[in-house]
């Protein structure tokens, strides 16, 4: 299927990696929209900024590498709807040109553009199909836009903004999640060509939900930071009363979120044990099946959702102290801990010589340790003001946010 669906990829055929770096785009029609693009919004450096990060996605070799992996495309697409669309929005802000298209009207469209465009029909029709590959990365690009254009504008509470901001990770961390760990290759247009480079096609796709889950959470970090940052004094009083209002539900919801994220990580290597304990018969395949379905739709949402709450939490309460960053240094623990089970997890059965081989020891243990340490720290706020701590960590780019926050 593949050969076939490689014909129509924009950037022509997979590269073969010796030749990457001399696969540049000069497609003299996408050059002319690009410089066209730039002229529209050359007195703004952001939309600048913009347009060069889609020269980088469209013109530079990584057009041509996202044709061969997955994970590849996955920072194509990251590059659209969390780098250009941001510095694009901000530029075009002042023209209004999002008309009556509302916060929650954005971030629906681009959240229903961004689950489509990867079910894997859809995404092995657009990257083998021209018109309809500039389809998709028009219906990314657009939506993401204005979406961008909506959490920026002053005019906009930034309650509602900041919850914009997250509802976005979110949905985007659970798809990367569901690709991390799905137990297939879903895409036939990376069938083959990942082995080039040394990746079996699901490695490709895992790496690609890797990025999609983790990394991309920076660009909506900074987002809302920077908007905190500069959308001034203006409704001060406001913002205080929304964040009083949030802080109790959100509170609420991060201890839940983590309690049913411990909980699974608690009974996950039990599960496995068990595993290796039963070797063969209906009810290793039965024990297989909660064990992936609760990783997936229980365990992994339930992680997602403590970090995004957690990180609202962070900048509504404006906790920029020593003892919240070693807190951050447990929960990426807490994350490296549910990558390694959930590999263990995705990880095809190897026979009889695997059956002693997952011992729930270790990681109960590395659990029982780093919740701990979060209860320490938590409960106890201890003293770290002597650790070297750069100013940059403790207040968001150099300064205080521009609203009172309620003391924790």
């Known amino acids: 299927m593949e050969p076939t669906l490689l014909q129509g990829l924009y950037c022509g055929p997979a590269p073969d990696p010796a030749a990457l770096w001399n696969r540049w785009n000069m497609d003299p029609l996408l050059l002319l929209a690009l410089g066209m693009l730039a002229l529209s919004v050359r007195r703004s450096p952001t939309g600048l900024g913009g347009v060069g990060v889609l020269a980088v996605a469209f013109v530079s070799p990584l057009c041509a590498l996202s044709a061969a992996l997955f994970s590849a495309r996955v920072l194509h697409h990251l590059a659209l709807v969390a780098v250009a669309a941001p510095l694009l929005g901000h530029a075009l802000m002042r023209a209004r040109l999002a008309g009556g298209v509302s916060l929650p009207v954005a971030f629906l469209l681009q959240a229903l553009a961004l689950w489509v465009w990867h079910l894997p029909a859809a995404y092995d029709a657009a990257m083998g199909h021209m018109g309809l590959y500039w389809v998709m990365q028009g219906t990314l690009l657009g939506p993401a836009v204005l979406f961008w254009m909506r959490v920026l504008d002053p005019a906009q509470s930034t309650g509602r903004a900041g919850i914009g901001l997250v509802a976005t990770y979110v949905q985007m961390a659970l798809l990367g999640a569901l690709l991390t760990f799905a137990p297939v290759p879903l895409y036939a247009i990376h069938a083959v060509a990942p082995l080039q480079f040394g990746l079996t096609p699901l490695a490709d796709q895992q790496l690609g939900g890797l990025i999609m889950w983790v990394p991309a959470c920076l660009p909506y970090l900074v987002g809302g930071a920077d908007r905190a940052a500069w959308v001034g004094a203006a409704g001060c009083a406001g913002m205080t009363a929304v964040m009083l209002g949030l802080l109790p539900h959100l509170k609420v919801l991060h201890i839940l979120f983590l309690a049913v994220w411990i909980a699974g990580l608690t009974a996950l290597p039990v599960l496995l044990a068990e595993q290796d304990r ?86 109960l243990l590395l659990l029982c340790l780093v919740v701990a340490a979060v209860l320490a720290l938590v409960l106890g706020k201890p003293d770290l003001d002597r650790l070297p701590f750069p100013i940059w960590l403790r207040q968001p780019l150099g300064f205080s946010l521009p609203f009172d926050s309620p003391n924790p």
């Open 278 to 363: 039963a070797m063969r018969g209906p009810f290793l395949g039965r024990l297989r099946q909660v064990t992936h379905r609760g990783f997936i739709w229980c365990v992994t949402p339930a992680a997602v959702l403590t970090v995004a709450t957690g990180t609202s939490l962070i900048f509504l309460r404006a906790v920029f102290s020593p003892w919240m960053f070693a807190k951050l240094v447990c929960v990426a623990a807490l994350v490296g801990l549910h990558v390694w089970i959930g590999h263990a997890i995705a990880a095809p059965s190897k026979g009889p010589q695997s059956a002693a081989r997952w011992v729930p020891g270790l990681p």
